[in-house]
């Protein structure tokens, strides 16, 4: 099990940008896939983007495709999500999760694929 901190967000302007963090202890992060999910109150956590523990493989929502930008440094064992040219509709609460992996490009999109999470942190879009 890997214990997973976000840290990152906050109140923005319609247009600009934000850099979410989500930060590994417990265990190395080298060999988990991971992905960022939102939440805002009413709905069900949706899917925002995940990369593979290669760091090769990312796949992104449609809605923030050419906006939102996920990496990893397993050395330091974050994976950081960058959001530019934010919209009131990415107002939501961010969580990261985790799962293992045998295979470096082996990505998960749904909330059922993984078993860690984090406690998830705020990001408000709004003028």
């Known amino acids: 099990q890997v214990q997973l901190v976000e840290s990152g967000g906050g109140l923005v302007q319609p247009g600009e940008s934000l850099r979410l963090s989500c930060a590994a202890s417990?265990?190395?992060?080298?060999?988990?896939?991971v992905g960022w999910f939102r939440q805002t109150p009413g709905k069900k956590r949706e899917f925002v983007a995940t990369?593979?523990?290669?760091?090769?493989?990312?796949y992104y929502e449609d809605s923030v495709k050419g906006r939102f930008t996920i990496s990893r440094d397993n050395a330091k064992m974050t994976v950081d999500l960058q959001m530019n040219n934010l919209k009131p509709e990415d107002t939501a609460v961010y969580s990261c999760?985790?799962?293992?992996?045998?295979?470096?490009?082996?990505?998960?999109?749904?909330?059922?694929?993984?078993?860690?999470w984090g406690q998830g942190t705020q990001v408000t879009v709004s003028s």
């Open positions: 999760a985790a799962r293992w992996s045998s295979y470096g490009v082996q990505i998960y999109s749904r909330t059922s694929d993984y078993g860690d």
């Open positions: 417990g265990r190395t992060l080298s060999r988990y896939v």
């Open positions: 990369i593979s523990w290669s760091g090769n493989t990312t």
